[in-house]
Structure formats: structure tokens, C-alpha cells
């Protein structure tokens, strides 16, 4: 949300302060090249954001030797790595803890809901990366 806010600001700003600055502001020109800029940050954003790759690759990194075991990276840095995925789901009250499980509340059933109708919406399916199917 504070993303999309940011954006509509931005462009808002943008084309005031171009009006005010080039005398034949083409505004469809400028447009595009924002949108460009824009998705060029979503998608870097998106691929360093709570990336569990990423965060793996640096745990790596961080090692003497720069390499690791599967069965150490599973067994370790990838339960806290989940742990702190289902901690940020908690405190934005998509899931709770009910007993030794989770379970989603009707935030998280309604999000779900949308997130899924965004997909078929747009035809996302299987990536190779993420099982989308129903």
C-alpha cells in the first residue's frame, strides 16, 4: 500500500513540477518512462524482498568456507527463515496459532481469496518456482 501511495505521489509531483518546468511537456512520453522507472523498482524490490533464496545465497556468503551442506542449510538457516515468515503473517493477522498449528483467519482467507483471483485474472500459473494450482 505505502508503495502504490508513493507512486501516485510521485507521478502526481512529476507532472506538476514538468508542466512548470518544460514549456511542451508531452504528458503520455513522460508517463511511460515513470511507469518504466516504477516497475523497474516493484520488480527489484520483489526479488530482494524476503527473498528466501537471497537470504540462503547470503548465508552462504557469510561462511568461512563459502559453501555448506544441504542437510545443514535445511535443517538451520531455512526453519528461521519460515519462522520469520509465519511471524510476519501473525502480526498482519493473515494466520493464527491455534494449539501446535496455524490457521488462516478471515484476513488471511480474504487475501487468499484475492490473490488467487488476481492470478486467474491475469493467467499466472505454474512458474516452475511456486505450484499455483488449485
Known amino acids: 500500500m505505502l ?3 508513493a507512486a501516485v505521489l510521485t ?8 508542466t512548470l518546468v518544460v514549456p511542451q511537456f508531452q ?3 513522460a508517463a511511460s518512462i515513470f511507469g518504466f522507472f516504477v516497475m523497474g ?3 527489484a524490490f520483489g ?4 527473498s528466501v ?6 548465508g552462504l556468503l557469510d561462511r568461512p568456507e563459502r559453501k555448506a551442506p544441504l542437510s545443514d542449510i535445511a535443517e538451520r538457516q531455512v526453519p528461521a527463515l519460515f519462522q520469520g515468515r509465519i511471524g510476519n503473517l501473525v502480526e498482519g493477522g493473515l494466520v493464527e496459532p491455534v ?3 496455524f490457521a488462516a483467519t478471515a484476513a488471511g482467507r480474504t487475501m487468499a481469496d484475492r490473490v488467487g483471483q488476481l492470478r486467474r485474472a491475469f493467467g499466472i500459473g505454474d512458474t516452475s518456482l511456486y ?3 488449485d
Open 53 to 58: 533464496s537471497l537470504d540462503i545465497l547470503l
Open 41 to 43: 523498482y516493484v520488480f
Open 99 to 101: 494449539d501446535s498449528r
Open 131 to 133: 505450484d499455483f494450482s
Open 11 to 18: 507521478h502526481g509531483l512529476g507532472v506538476m513540477f514538468g
Open 47 to 50: 526479488a530482494v524482498y524476503k
Open 27 to 29: 504528458y503520455w512520453n
Open 3 to 5: 508503495l502504490a501511495i
